[in-house]
């Protein structure tokens, strides 16, 4: 079945670069995510990449995919103590309704910068 | 704009109680989706809704039926509350059920049963 795995925990520290990666199992799935939950708050989707791309950046971000491997990462370049918080990933879920739009998500990585 | 608003923020329950978690929406998404959060297996979809009077199951719906009157509204019912179903439950919704509609989340509610 599909499934999205990542590392529970990563720490920096502040200025360095954070690198969060992310094994997926659905070859075919179309979207990758990152969404980013800060403590007692929803998820807050940080950026995606099309499956068709190698890799995407915005601003301090960037997403590499190895679709081969199926390999997804975000590199945060510049860490700061804001960014502490879980990063998780996902994968488009085929088998609930046949759309695009359910999420199969990862356990969430936890990121913590140290000043 | 509010976007997304759940009610309860919290509640503790007694097993066997019933118990509905509002969702409401103020964006005109079409499609809606529960999910569960625990500690050690991040969040697993419940239930969904593509488009008002619509629903479908999702990875874990045993125990929990939901309902699609409109298009604001979500809720999430659990009939007969189990402690198995302690977790923090999250709304969310996106315009459309393409992998590039983005899905916007709630602020969740933190259910506990004893």
């Known amino acids: 079945g599909e499934d999205v795995e990542q590392s529970l925990f990563l720490s920096v520290r502040e200025g360095d670069s954070s690198v969060i990666n992310c094994t997926y199992t659905?070859?075919?799935?179309?979207?990758l995510y990152w969404y980013k939950q800060e403590p007692g708050a929803g998820l807050q989707l940080l950026t995606y990449?099309?499956?068709?791309?190698d890799m995407k950046q915005d601003q301090r971000l960037t997403v590499l995919l190895n679709k081969k491997d199926k390999h997804l990462s975000l590199r945060i370049a510049d860490t700061q103590t804001g960014d502490s918080a879980i990063y998780f990933c996902?994968?488009?879920?085929?088998?609930?309704?046949?759309?695009?739009?359910?999420?199969?998500f990862g356990k969430g990585t936890k990121l913590s910068v140290k000043p | 704009i509010a976007g997304i608003t759940q009610a309860p923020t919290s509640q503790i329950l007694a097993a066997g109680r019933r118990m509905t978690l509002r969702c409401t929406q103020d964006?005109?998404?079409?499609?809606m989706y529960w999910y569960r959060q625990d500690l050690g297996l991040g969040l697993r979809l419940i239930h969904y809704?593509?488009?008002?009077?619509?629903?479908g199951k999702g990875e874990v719906p045993d125990g929990y039926s939901v309902s699609r009157a409109n298009t604001d509204d979500f809720p999430l019912t659990l009939a007969s509350a189990v402690p198995s179903q302690t977790s923090v439950y999250f709304c969310?919704?996106?315009?459309?059920?393409?992998?590039?509609?983005?899905?916007?989340f709630g602020p969740g509610t933190r259910l506990t049963v004893l």
């Open positions: 969310a919704s996106s315009a459309g059920t393409s992998g590039s509609d983005t899905q916007y």
């Open positions: 659905d070859s075919s799935s179309t979207y």
């Open positions: 996902a994968e488009t879920a085929k088998n609930y309704g046949g759309s695009q739009g359910n999420l199969i």
């Open positions: 990449i099309f499956s068709n791309m």
């Open positions: 964006m005109r998404h079409n499609a």
């Open positions: 809704s593509n488009t008002a009077g619509t629903t």
